[in-house]
């Protein structure tokens, strides 16, 4: 048994540090992820309806809350030291069935496993999982409550999902049957999201601030890397159907959407959240400001990219085959929605991210998302190279234009994150010609 600041810490589990980063284990359990986001988008595409994207942003909401899981428990411990590498190993595993019964979570189809309870089973053994780590580290607390206040949302939530699976099939097509597993999957959500506002009574708070905005940017860069296969990955060019002129036009198009996204978050916002996190010192203060602009707004940016990738899902598919139209058809309404309305949510999410955390409303960013709102209409009479041509232009412009809106603030956020870079390559340097 070690004492970690006088707290007795249990053997097979190390602590983590306040200096402390992302690990190659974390990675690795992200590769899961970047499988999950794919079969969302897959599920809704598979589904085009109102309900479909629904149904697929509740399972994101899930999902996602089950990655937060394992980001909190690399912020408390090392997870790629004692015991805690195998039981990653078997949540990753647990984590990749669960994507696979994705599809499935709202309806079982004949001749197989019950998509629904294999759904909500391995969410439960996800979540329990992370939660007997955390349960590991505190057993000498002598508050029972803060013991076992981790536990009760996961049951909670978990006991919704198995009675939203267990409901009759045969009452699929029955609107009240459907209405009564809708309900069922807001409470679970609303349990484990709601659980989240009782940080205090949890003592947690954000060991590495450093960590955890890392972990988040990661996650972006994965969601992001989503839309890039799910623009370039289609049946069309499996088939053999020819490379064309169009396609590529449109293909330069989607990256150039794609790497707006990018600049307009990791530029300089990213690097302000972070500084901003490390400069919080209160512990609650800290973990609120974590909860606030990682655990909960970070979803709203990933629910974003998803939505931008199922637009662009086998648009280049479709303009590959010799029979569209040159600029292509006018895309289908939900695909124009989902197409613009990802980037507005995403700008949305940047918006209320750099309120909350640099207490400032980004106005060019605003005013973009009523512009795309005016200019869906106008998209809508227009083939889909020509709507993807406006949708680039207008993120283009409006990352430009914040750019340049935040010039001062982008000089003095890069000034501190150089001269941090700078700071630790020297340390590590200096540390490894001592002692390698």
Request: include cysteine; glycine fraction near 10%; charge should be positive.
């Amino acid at each position: 048994m070690e004492s970690v600041r006088g707290t007795p810490w249990p053997r097979g589990v190390q602590p983590s540090a306040p200096g402390s980063r992302a690990t190659r284990l974390e990675l690795f359990y992200d590769l899961v992820f970047v499988f999950a986001f794919l079969n969302v988008t897959t599920a809704v595409a598979g589904n085009p309806t109102v309900r479909g994207l629904v149904q697929g942003l509740l399972v994101l909401a899930l999902l996602w809350w089950a990655w937060t899981g394992f980001a909190v428990l690399g912020n408390l411990v090392r997870t790629d030291q004692g015991v805690v590498p195998f039981v990653g190993f078997a949540a990753t595993a647990t984590a990749f069935v669960f994507a696979l019964a994705m599809p499935k979570a709202f309806r079982e189809l004949p001749g197989g496993l019950p998509g629904p309870l294999v759904f909500a089973v391995c969410y439960f053994l996800i979540r329990v999982s992370q939660v007997a780590v955390f349960g590991w580290m505190v057993r000498y607390e002598r508050s029972r409550f803060r013991r076992l206040l981790p536990v009760a949302p996961v049951l909670v939530a978990t006991g919704f999902l198995l009675v939203a699976a267990v409901l009759p099939q045969r009452f699929a097509e029955d609107r009240v049957e459907q209405v009564v597993r809708l309900a069922l999957w807001l409470a679970a959500i609303g349990v484990e999201y709601g659980s989240g506002l009782v940080l205090p009574g949890t003592g947690w708070t954000v060991l590495s601030a450093g960590h955890w905005a890392e972990r988040h940017a990661l996650i972006i860069l994965v969601a992001l890397g989503e839309t890039i296969i799910a623009l370039g990955i289609g049946p069309g060019f499996i088939t053999g159907l020819p490379l064309s002129w169009p396609i590529i036009i449109a293909a330069l198009l989607g990256i150039a959407v794609v790497a707006a996204l990018w600049w307009a978050y990791f530029d300089t916002l990213a690097l302000a959240s972070e500084q901003t996190l490390h400069r919080a010192r209160v512990p609650g203060v800290r973990a609120a400001l974590a909860r606030d602009a990682y655990t909960y707004l970070h979803l709203v940016l990933v629910a974003g990219i998803i939505l931008l990738a199922l637009g662009l899902k086998g648009l280049l598919e479709e303009g590959a085959d010799p029979s569209t139209p040159t600029w292509g058809l006018p895309l289908p309404g939900l695909d124009l929605l989902t197409l613009y309305g990802g980037v507005a949510l995403y700008l949305l999410g940047l918006v209320a991210l750099g309120l909350r955390v640099l207490g400032t409303v980004r106005w060019p960013s605003v005013t973009a998302v009523v512009l795309l709102a005016v200019l869906v209409p106008v998209a809508a009479s227009l083939g889909e190279m020509l709507a993807l041509s406006v949708l680039a232009l207008a993120t283009v412009t409006v990352v430009a234009v914040q750019t340049v809106v935040d010039a001062q603030l982008r000089r003095d956020v890069r000034e501190v994150a150089l001269r941090e870079q700078v700071t630790a390559e020297a340390d590590q340097t200096a540390w490894r010609g001592r002692h390698l």
